[in-house]
């Protein structure tokens, strides 16, 4: 798949959401999980599409077939990854991957289950993206999370990193002075949807977990998961 852009347009920037998880902590994959009104699936296509990023890519992995059959996902490009078991690590280099015969000169990577994050905090990240940038989400002192951009030069180097559950934060860890952090905390929430509440009646919903402390054995500050 090949960008097309008119001269003197701005750089492209592609947006990749990571939905391949099976949800073991959900009880189902949370690309099926109805969130006030459409799957988290949807929403997190709509949030990258709305702030501009093209193309959007969503990897699937766990009950892909049926997140295709449920999901309205005519505004992205779908991929596979049949080792999604294998952790997030896997998808974030399928996209990747994927993504190399465009002409982005970055991309923004959003995790599936954050449906507090909006197209103005992605557009406040991918704001000024080479391909030689990093940049992350800021909520606060310390904490640093999703939307992550990753320009296109650090790749290959995010692909040897990524492995089992761990995504970008080892790379971006071993580049603190490079990384650009953006404040977002008041467009945004970085909260993850973690488990469905109790409430049979709340079929579909959510508690929203937010991330550890910075510094605490779950999580140094950076985005563990992507």
């Not at 994050?117 to 993206?129: C, K, L, N, P, T």
């Not at 992350?136 to 904490?143: F, I, S």
């Not at 790749?155 to 971006?172: I, Q, R």
């Amino acid at each position: 798949m090949q960008l097309s852009r008119t001269p003197g347009s701005s750089p492209a920037v592609a947006g990749l959401v990571l939905a391949a998880g099976a949800g073991r902590r959900y009880g189902r994959p949370k690309a099926l999980v109805h969130h006030r009104g459409s799957l988290l699936v949807e929403r997190a296509v709509r949030t990258l599409v709305g702030a501009g990023c093209s193309p959007a890519l969503v990897v699937l992995g766990a009950a892909a077939d049926r997140v295709r059959a449920d999901a309205d996902l005519s505004a992205a490009r779908v991929v596979g990854n049949p080792r999604w078991a294998t952790g997030l690590g896997s998808s974030l280099r399928v996209g990747l991957r994927a993504l190399a015969g465009t002409e982005a000169v970055a991309v923004v990577v959003l995790l599936v289950d954050m449906p507090g994050v909006s197209a103005e905090a992605v557009r406040r990240v991918a704001a000024g993206a080479t391909p030689a940038c990093l940049a992350t989400a800021g909520y606060g002192p310390g904490r640093r999370g999703h939307p992550v951009l990753l320009g296109r030069e650090h790749w290959a180097g995010v692909c040897a990193c990524a492995v089992g559950d761990s995504g970008a934060g080892g790379y971006l860890r071993q580049r603190l002075d490079r990384v650009r952090i953006v404040p977002c905390a008041d467009v945004a929430d970085d909260a993850d949807l973690d488990v469905p509440l109790a409430d049979p009646a709340a079929t579909g919903s959510a508690t929203a977990t937010p991330p550890a402390a910075p510094g605490s054995a779950a999580d140094d500050g950076w985005p563990g998961r992507g």
